[in-house]
């Protein structure tokens, strides 16, 4: 069972080139996030998707957007990177919380360490 | 709005002494709370959490934590460290019926032989 695998494991962009972060979860699971992890800061939502079909802002989702191709996927989109982006990315899934006794825990990826220079 | 503050980020203790890592936060709805930690070039790993009933909850290797409502606090302690230890250790929110976690910056435990 992977739970939630997140690819690339490591990426090095320019200035103002485009890349996309994939990321699968193989639990079933209705909720998906993206959190980006930079130090001092602990993690930060960028954005989440609820349900297939959904998307919602987190506290900086500005640079980013994202696509819930389907139940198993959320991938996250920067158009034109800058040094500001330089981070480690996470890429989370639980639980829809508005299912009578669902599981709250969220499951983590490995990360995604980026780099812009 | 809600917040979650780890008031130290670096907690250095020597091995088979206990230890204290402080959570609190603020919130105007029940929430659910977390504890999950972080090892070196790795993902993050649930500890343990608490979602209702019993305020001292239990977790894997060793660790537990008490919520506290009346002082918003969800404290996670070990009685005994060891070496294998060492990691960054993270506090997390969510509002319930909410679909964010919200997490603190971070403790950062050295486990000193």
Redesign the interface.
């Known amino acids: 069972n992977a739970g939630?695998t997140q690819t690339p494991k490591f990426q090095v962009l320019k200035t103002g080139q485009s890349m996309t972060l994939q990321c699968a979860q193989d639990m079933n699971h209705n909720?998906m996030?993206w959190?980006r992890q930079d130090p001092?800061?602990?993690?930060?939502?960028i954005y989440?998707s609820?349900s297939e079909g959904t998307t919602?802002k987190?506290e900086v989702p500005n640079g980013y957007n994202v696509s819930r191709l389907n139940k198993r996927e959320f991938s996250l989109r920067l158009e034109s990177a800058a040094p500001s982006q330089t981070s480690v990315y996470?890429c989370?899934s639980s639980e829809?919380?508005?299912v009578a006794g669902a599981n709250?825990?969220?499951?983590?990826?490995?990360?995604t360490r980026l780099t812009v220079v | 709005a809600q917040s979650v503050t780890q008031l130290d980020s670096q907690v250095p203790v020597f091995e088979e002494a206990p230890v204290e890592l402080r959570c609190n936060y603020s919130s105007s709805v029940s929430v659910y709370l977390f504890w999950y930690v972080q090892y070196p070039n790795q993902g993050l790993q649930l500890l343990l959490k608490y979602l209702s009933g019993s305020t001292l909850v239990k977790g894997i290797n060793g660790f537990e934590a008490e919520f506290n409502k009346s002082q918003t606090s969800f404290h996670l302690r070990k009685p005994s460290v060891h070496i294998s230890d060492t990691a960054e250790y993270f506090c997390a929110v969510r509002l319930t019926g909410a679909n964010n976690l919200f997490f603190g910056t971070g403790t950062r435990l050295t486990v000193i032989p």
Do not use: K, N
């Not at chain 1, 709250?104 to 990360?111: H, R, V």
């Open positions: 939630v909720s996030y959190y001092g800061m602990g993690l930060r939502l989440y609820a919602d987190g996470f989370a829809s919380p508005f709250t825990e969220a499951f983590f990826g490995q990360g």
